[in-house]
């Protein structure tokens, strides 16, 4: 009797936990890049953003420019909530580039592409300024994304362990 009481809460918990699951999601996508792919700017940017679909993690984010010269010294990336942004510090003489970027989607799914853009002018770029420090953005850890899990199964083994407690002392009297 008490094996089939265990087996239906353990049956409607399981339930619980596949009706209380949140969609799949789906991995970050480019939705803006400054400068854009694939056009033709004046004067070098002294910096490059990319705007995606959903938050982005610093952990793992990085962005290489590559310009007629080679590579070309950028600072260290940051991320604020969907916008990863790199400051350019070496010098881009005129011509074609291309941004090879990689950010973890918010699922902790990495994903990478690559920019297009090319310069009419041959000024060398300033870094750009810092991104505000104050800045607040939303949570892209793992934690964060799987907080109604997390809950969940905890409840279940809380009430789990409870059950058997109760039915323990139930079988000592």
């Given at each position: ?12 918990t ?6 209380a ?6 991995h970050?996508?480019l ?11 004046a ?9 995606f679909?959903?938050a ?8 290489t420019?590559?310009g007629p010269?080679?590579v ?6 940051s ?14 003489p ?32 300033q ?13 892209s ?21 409870g ?11």
């Open positions: 009797m008490r094996t089939r009481r265990l087996l239906a809460a353990l049956g409607a399981g339930l619980l936990l596949l009706l699951a949140p969609a799949a999601s789906a970050a996508v939705l803006k890049a400054v400068p854009a792919d694939g056009t033709t700017v004067t070098a940017p002294g910096q490059l953003q990319l705007t679909d959903e982005v993690s610093r952990i793992g984010a990085y962005a420019l590559t010269s080679g070309v010294t950028t600072g260290t990336p991320t604020v909530d969907e916008t990863m942004s790199v400051p350019v510090q070496g010098a881009m005129a011509g074609p580039y291309a941004v090879a970027w990689r950010v973890v989607s918010a699922d902790g799914h990495p994903v990478s592409g690559t920019v297009h853009f090319t310069t009419t002018s041959g000024a060398a770029a870094a750009a300024a810092a991104p505000a420090a104050a800045a607040k953005g939303r949570s850890s793992w934690v964060g994304s799987h907080v109604s899990h997390v809950a969940v199964a905890a409840v279940v083994v809380l009430l789990a362990v059950y058997l407690g109760y039915d323990l002392r139930a079988r000592r009297r």
